[in-house]
Structure formats: C-alpha cells, structure tokens
C-alpha cells in the first residue's frame, strides 16, 4: 500500500461506503432506480450517476460533453450545474449498465489508491476548474459517498452504518462548518457561545463560540452559559446538515434552550452542503 499515511484513513472510509452503495444497488429492479431519495432532486440512478461521474474524474477522465435541460428545478447553481452534468448524461442507462460502469469504477479506483504515490498536498483538479489538495479531494470523497450512501438507505429502507469510517469524517467535515452559520449566518451576537448536543451512533458535544470580532470557531469544551443550546441524535444533524430536510419537519427531534429567535436562525440556516 502506497497511500500517505494521513490519506488512509479517508481511503478506508471511502472503500466501505462505495462497495456499501455497489452492494444497496446491485439487487434493484429497473423501476426501484427511479425512486427519489433525499436528496434534493436525484433518484437513486441520479445519486449512482453522481458517485461514478466524481469517481471517473478522480481517475483524470474527461468529463461529458453534454447540454442540461433547462427545466431542472434543483439546479440552482454553478456549482450544482457542474454536478448535474455527470448526472444528467446517464439519466438513460439501464439497471445492468449503472451497476456495471459503477463495478468497472470501484475496480479502477482501487488500483489508482493501491498505487497512489503522491503527496497529499498535492494539487488536482477541483469542480469547477479550480484546484485542490489530493487530502481535500481524499476527504471530501470519503464525505460525499458516505452521505450518499446513507441516501440510499433511508430510501430504500435499508438502515445501517451510521457509525462506520465515514461518519466520523462526515461529523468533522460538518462541524467545520457551523461557525460560519452560528456567527455569520445566523447573527449570533459577539462573544457568545452556542452548543450542539448530539446523541447517537455518533455521540458528540461540540461548542461554537463567537468572539469579539464576530468570527466563529469551534471546540470540544463546554460553555457555562450558551446563548443557545442545541440537542438532536446524530441522523437527524446529518439530515438537516446536509439538506435533506427542513427545521420544520423533524421539530419533534430537536430541542433547543436559550434564545429562541437565534436558535430558530440557526436552524434556518444549518443547511452547510451546497446546491
């Protein structure tokens, strides 16, 4: 194994959470792939589209050359127009032909991590013709693919692996960016502190503080007199982190103390995943 030692742990986490999507999708009928899932907008072949398309451009493939209907609804963005587009070109494909491209991928990236070489530092190519660390690129991979997984299992009623390798990368990935919600977003005044409570497979209690200036961070030590106090389990965070759902519709599974109009801005704004 050639892969950097602060790369092998997101190449783990990777590992588990595609062969876990190869082994959700194998079995499903051809009408089971147009179900929709969680996310905004993409059925389960859109979510298998997605994985390949960013798989095959971690392997340094060209991407389609392809025009987007101009009717797509959640396709509100630069950024999710980029993504739609290895999406959109396999909107088509059979049960048989999604399965196979997605095998032939796992195969390929698999050699490509056996004999990864470089650096983590390395720059590669990044959406939208920008640049990125092959670390960040390792890591966000590793985030990506295990909320996608997690997609499909609440879609087809397949539950599990909540507190596999990718969901710690995904707690991390997630709480890096909630001090830009509580201090920019939401408006969480100077100084102050919010805590996130969070029960579950992934158990946490995190506090993002405020300073003078009004930036945020976040840390592991306890604040005394939060203006704020947030407590859900760990799914419902990651469904609301992530988009999947609204305040309003798991308000039975979060709890919160303190000040209700900030609390209520916070949650507002939770949504980290762009789209």
Known sequence: MTVHPSLQ?????WTHSIEAIAELVQPLAEGEWNRATPCPGWSVRDIVSHVIGMETEMLGDPRPIHSLPRDLYHVRSDFARYMEMQVDVRRHHTAPEMTSELEYVLIRRARQLRNENRQPDALIRAPLGAEQTLELAYRMRAFDC??????????LGVPGNLDSPGAFI???VLLEALPFVVAKEAGAPASSAVVIDVTGPVEFLRTVRVDAEGNGSVDGAPSLGPAVTLMTDWETFVRLACGRVRPAEVADRVKTE???????AILDHFAVTPN
């Not at 303190?258 to 209520?264: F, H, N, P, Q």
């Open 146 to 155: 295990w909320v996608h997984e997690q997609d499909l299992r609440t879609t």
């Open 170 to 172: 995904t707690r991390d």
């Open 9 to 13: 742990n997101y190449a783990d986490a």
């Open 258 to 264: 303190g000040d209700e109009d900030l609390a209520r």
